[in-house]
């Protein structure tokens, strides 16, 4: 119904940016938001950045407020994500996920994308 697809994952220094990309096809009209999570090694999924679609609000988590932007162009149904002043600890596998108006679930998620940041 929703397939998601993200790129722009790699390796960058520390200090350095990356810009992660995903982008929706299929039945996106009931999208009500997308977000970004991430998994780190040996960690749970947790939450770092969501955008409302229709109105663009954003939230972040903690870890990543001021550094991390989350954008999104609504006629590519593409979500982005800016990241800035990347720490180690931004290692992880990214993931972008969507809200449907319907279930108010993240019901979709793309494959994942690695970032590595090295010291």
């Known amino acids: 119904q929703v397939q998601l697809v993200e790129s722009g994952g790699g390796l960058v220094q520390a200090g350095g940016s990356l810009s992660l990309s995903c982008a929706a096809s299929?039945?996106?009209?009931?999208?009500?938001?997308m977000a970004w999570f991430r998994q780190a090694p040996g960690k749970e999924r947790e939450f770092v950045a969501r955008i409302w679609w229709s109105s663009g609000s954003r939230y972040y988590a903690d870890s990543v407020s001021g550094r991390f932007t989350i954008s999104r162009d609504n006629a590519k149904s593409t979500v982005y994500l800016q990241m800035n002043s990347l720490k180690p600890e931004d290692t992880a596998v990214y993931y972008c996920?969507?809200?449907?108006?319907?279930?108010?679930?993240?019901?979709?998620w793309g494959q994942g994308t690695q970032v590595t940041v090295s010291s």
């Open positions: 299929g039945r996106t009209f009931s999208t009500y938001a």
């Open positions: 996920a969507l809200e449907t108006k319907i279930s108010g679930n993240y019901d979709y």
